[in-house]
């Protein structure tokens, strides 16, 4: 068990990660790709709070049943990144990797599983499920993938999504009970939807925290998870992607077109205090961890302010 996972699995312990966005795919300049990771674990290892693992996202070409607002553009394997990264920070930083579990069939996923275990040397997985209930996916949900992984995979440890506001009337489909049918399939801690209001948080943590205690079963750490907004073309995005931010929290950081993006550190972490004072206040005995996202290169500069201001908060109260 390397250290990420010890961190991870001790309740008493803090963790912070950062999900570093995977540049665009342009396969034939190594050296781009080169100068690309050198950038960020600079800026990473310039921040005044330390992050215990880069999050790397598998991003697809997701479809939603809307018009996408950006358009798509293929990004580099995030493998090829993780491997760059080892590199630049002489194997500083631990690494997680994303996969879709849905998106390819069993034999590509064993493939890929071997690979990224054997060769690239990377242990730590975030599965990602199906992001439209309506459509047919080739490969495995995310409990079946999880503990074909926990059975074949003694050393990978394996995370999961929680989305905070994806709440059912019925308890069998709800998210609490998902992420405990989750967690029995070998899924050891879960990344939420990115947070812009505390009230869903706050909701799925308390439901979830009396769930457990229900079942008698330890509660999953939590990575709650916070990005940059620098202007109104990165909230239509957020919200295609299914981010819920409330209109009080758009005219607020829209309010004028200077200052957006610190302003967008200020709510985020006032959202972060009053998630981690009620789980306080509450005694919700569930470990919590902060994941930075930047969502487009250009907000990539601010999100180092986010590791230091909402990385302070989180460590104050942790």
Not at 70 to 88: H, M, S
């Amino acid at each position: 068990m390397n250290n990420l996972h010890k961190k991870i699995l001790d309740k008493n312990q803090s963790v912070i990660l950062f999900e570093l966005l995977p540049p665009s795919d342009n396969s034939s300049d190594l050296q781009y790709l080169k100068d690309y990771a050198q950038s960020a674990v600079e800026l990473l290892l310039s921040a005044s709070i330390s992050i215990d693992a880069i999050n790397i996202p598998e991003i697809s070409d997701e479809k939603n049943g809307t018009v996408r607002p950006t358009e798509y553009i293929p990004k580099i394997e995030p493998r090829e990144l993780a491997q760059q990264l080892k590199e630049a920070s002489n194997d500083k930083f631990e690494i997680i990797l994303n996969r879709g579990s849905v998106n390819f069939a069993w034999p590509e996923q064993r493939q890929w599983l071997n690979e990224t275990i054997h060769q690239y040397k990377i242990e730590t997985l975030v599965l990602v499920g199906a992001g439209r209930m309506d459509h047919r996916y080739p490969g495995p949900a995310v409990n079946e993938m999880a503990n074909f992984i926990v059975k074949n995979y003694t050393g990978c440890l394996c995370g999961g999504i929680v989305i905070q506001h994806r709440r059912k009337p019925d308890s069998n489909e709800d998210e609490p009970l998902r992420m405990i049918t989750k967690s029995k399939n070998g899924i050891e801690f879960f990344s939420s939807q990115i947070v812009y209001e505390a009230d869903s948080v706050k909701t799925l943590l308390k439901d979830y925290s009396e769930l457990c205690q229900q079942k008698n079963i330890e509660p999953k750490r939590i990575f709650l998870s916070f990005a940059p907004i620098s202007n109104s073309k990165d909230i239509e995005f957020l919200r295609w992607l299914g981010v819920k931010i409330p209109e009080e929290v758009c005219k607020n950081l829209l309010k004028s077109n200077i200052g957006i993006s610190w302003r967008s550190v200020k709510i985020a972490n006032t959202v972060l205090n009053e998630i981690l004072d009620y789980v306080n206040n509450e005694k919700i005995q569930i470990p919590l961890g902060i994941n930075i996202e930047h969502i487009t290169p250009r907000n990539f500069d601010i999100s180092q302010m986010f590791i230091e201001v909402l990385g302070k908060t989180y460590l104050r109260i942790n």
